[in-house]
């Protein structure tokens, strides 16, 4: 049986929930153990301080396939000062679903990406498990910086492939870097990915989303806005205060995940297709109007100019 006919059975055997989830753990911490002459079996270890989350990983799994709950190990290890490692074990027994997974994910022992599978697979609670198995969030200087997703285990080409498959289902376009892992630096790109994750973030990796910053309170600021010269504006002070009128709306849009994600993808979709000429105009704007942005902002990482630009394209 070819591998394409493997998934599609796979697919119509098993609920698309669980199989997500497993999806997200064999691109993050999860395997097969494969030995001659047995049956492969799924397993994943983390260390001590994410028991729960190996926890709730064992708990929802254990509903597809037949696990073992996590066992405590100690692993000597004389590179590190207190010479031994810490972590919980999870392993499964035999079971058909494991037999499939060797198909489909494996190529001579060596774990594969499925593309084929991962068109149906990767959801967002998909690249939920799979950013806490093995994604990092860096902030410096109380801002987003970067989302790493380690993928050093798979080959350049398989990343490139998981990069556009990534980029045509959610419009995120991440980037290699030296050490082969997938990296997102854009900030409104990265606040994108941490919304359409985080309802499925165990509370113990609550360090890998982000908090906004405390609502702060602005005075009066004379600022630079950057708009398209497509907008023709001839009084801008005027035609930027009547557009800034619409705050609340944009707020509503932002706030809502069934307007945010939509309003956000066509945005970066514009981004990559065009290259508009911008003209800068000096406003000053209103405490009231600065705080409005600035919730707007801790929502979406969106710039100022950007914003001001949402508030005369929305109805």
């Known amino acids: 049986m070819i591998k394409i006919e493997k998934v599609t059975n796979l697919l119509s055997k098993y609920p698309l929930e669980e199989l997500s989830m497993l999806t997200g753990k064999m691109l993050g911490d999860g395997g097969l153990s494969i030995q001659d002459n047995r049956r492969p079996r799924f397993r994943y270890t983390h260390c001590i301080t994410d028991f729960e989350w190996s926890q709730y990983c064992f708990e929802q799994l254990q509903n597809i396939m037949p696990l073992n709950p996590p066992i405590y190990k100690k692993t000597l290890d004389p590179r590190i000062q207190k010479g031994y490692t810490e972590s919980f074990y999870v392993q499964s027994l035999t ?72 980029k045509l289902q959610y419009g995120l376009c991440f980037s290699l870097d030296g050490q082969n892992r997938l990296i997102l630096y854009d900030q409104i790109q990265i606040y994108y990915f941490l919304r359409l994750i985080e309802e499925h973030v165990h509370p113990s990796m609550s360090r890998k989303l982000f908090l906004p910053p405390p609502k702060e309170t602005f005075a009066d600021k004379r600022t630079t806005i950057y708009l398209p010269a497509s907008l023709l504006i001839k009084k801008p002070t005027k035609e930027i205060h009547n557009a800034l009128e619409r705050l609340p709306r944009v707020i509503d849009i932002v706030n809502n995940k069934k307007t945010y994600f939509p309003v956000v993808k066509e945005q970066l979709e514009k981004q990559l297709k065009l290259n508009e000429i911008h003209k800068g105009y000096q406003v000053t704007l209103t405490t009231p109007q600065l705080n409005s942005i600035h919730i707007v902002q801790s929502m979406t990482g969106m710039q100022l100019s950007l914003i001001v630009k949402m508030c005369f394209n929305i109805p």
């Open 95 to 166: 079971c058909e679903l494991n037999d499939y997974f060797q198909s489909i994910w494996y190529q001579d022992r060596v774990k594969v990406i499925p593309f084929d599978l991962l068109e149906k697979t990767l959801t967002p609670e998909c690249i939920a498990w799979w950013y806490q198995d093995d994604g990092h969030l860096r902030i410096s200087q109380g801002k987003l910086r970067k989302i790493i997703l380690s993928t050093d285990s798979f080959t350049n080409l398989e990343n490139t492939k998981l990069i556009e498959l990534i």
